[in-house]
């Protein structure tokens, strides 16, 4: 069973930066999908951004050019660079694995609030 942990939220200013990390244990395929989802308050949760096994990325055009998403593979980590914050920003941002584009793992989600 694979168990993510996120880390690295907190509390910035309008134009700051945060770095998210999530570590996943246990035994995880090697043909997964690692990804950054968000749900801010009274919304759907969304896809902020995701990156295959061979580096192919994917990002919601709101955060695209501000947010970097990478991963180290060989220590099942994900990390989301969060730059030029914005008060819509605000949401708890959740960890997702998706192995073989079936099985899904997620994390318990860390808060990220940027104030203006």
């Known amino acids: 069973q694979v168990q993510l942990v996120e880390s690295g939220g907190?509390?910035?200013q309008?134009?700051?930066s945060l770095r998210l990390s999530c570590a996943a244990s246990g035994s995880i395929d090697s043909l997964n999908v690692m990804g950054w989802y968000r749900r801010a308050p009274g919304k759907q949760r969304e896809l902020v951004a995701q990156i295959s096994a061979d580096g192919r990325t994917t990002y919601a055009d709101s955060v695209r050019g501000r947010f970097t998403i990478s991963r180290d593979s060989a220590k099942?980590?994900?990390?989301l660079q969060m730059n030029s914050l914005?008060?819509?920003d605000t949401s708890v941002y959740y960890?997702?694995?998706t192995e073989r584009g079936v099985?899904?793992?997620?994390?318990?989600?860390t808060?990220?609030?940027v104030s203006s």
Not at 76 to 79: A, E, P, W
Request: charge should be neutral; aromatic fraction near 12%; hydrophobic fraction near 35%.
């Open 10 to 12: 907190g509390l910035v």
């Open 14 to 16: 309008v134009g700051g």
């Open 76 to 79: 099942n980590s994900v990390f």
């Open 86 to 88: 914005k008060p819509e």
């Open 95 to 97: 960890c997702k694995v």
């Open 103 to 109: 099985w899904e793992s997620w994390g318990q989600g």
């Open 111 to 113: 808060q990220v609030t």
